[in-house]
């Protein structure tokens, strides 16, 4: 079947699902009326991945070239690129989602390259159950405590019993770990109570004393 102009089913699962769907202009991969022209299915039909693409190349156009899903439906990962390297200068090129659609992690990147000049470049965030739910929770005898380092997904996990926070901050410039120190350190990790739990400074990608 030639590719050169439409939207084709590329690829399908044994049972005869849809797995892979394409839509291409003069034989490349491109984007219609803000659709996906690449998309990936699950099984059961739920979207896995879509990606914009413009004359061939991926394409944000001020929204993600590319976004993954997580099972639920929710966001998993969002990619902002232009001419495939991740690309933005209003806001983060990469950022991922935990189950609940809260943000995991986010990276703001030019041309590729980790850099920043208005804060840190590199922000994660972190679920931890609270201490009394810890507490009255065994490792061994219940599995969902595997799920914050204790297990296994937080879709299973009351999230009134979840401390949702800020666990590290890295400030990067033109690809290098960088903060002038008298500003501040450049690599900072906190506590779930937002203290302090350590911190580290680099000078164009070297680690100093201060």
């Not at 004359?55 to 156009?61: A, T, W």
């Not at 590290?168 to 500003?183: A, E, L, W």
């Amino acid at each position: 079947m030639s590719k050169q102009t439409g939207t084709f089913i590329t690829s399908k699962y044994a049972g005869g699902e849809k797995k892979k769907q394409e839509t291409f202009k003069n034989g490349k991969l491109h984007s219609e009326a803000n659709s996906p022209a690449y998309v990936e299915f699950n099984r059961d039909g739920s979207i896995k991945m879509e990606a914009f693409y413009k004359n061939g190349s991926h394409c944000s156009d001020g929204k993600p070239a590319i976004i993954k899903y997580h099972s639920n439906g929710n966001r998993k990962v969002e990619e902002y690129c232009n001419n495939k390297q991740l690309n933005r200068l209003d806001g983060p090129a990469y950022i991922e989602y935990f189950e609940n659609g809260k943000i995991k992690l986010e990276e703001y990147r030019v041309k590729g390259v980790l850099t920043r000049d208005d804060g840190p470049a590199i922000l994660k965030y972190k679920e931890d159950l609270l201490d009394n739910i810890k507490k009255g929770l065994s490792p061994v005898l219940n599995p969902l405590m595997n799920t914050f380092g204790v297990g296994t997904s937080s879709r299973n996990i009351n999230q009134d019993s979840v401390k949702y926070y800020l666990f590290n901050v890295q400030y990067y410039k033109n690809g290098k770990k960088h903060r002038d120190p008298s500003d501040g350190p450049a690599d900072i990790t906190y506590k779930n109570n937002g203290d302090i739990k350590s911190e580290k400074y680099y000078k164009n990608g070297n680690l100093v004393d201060y």
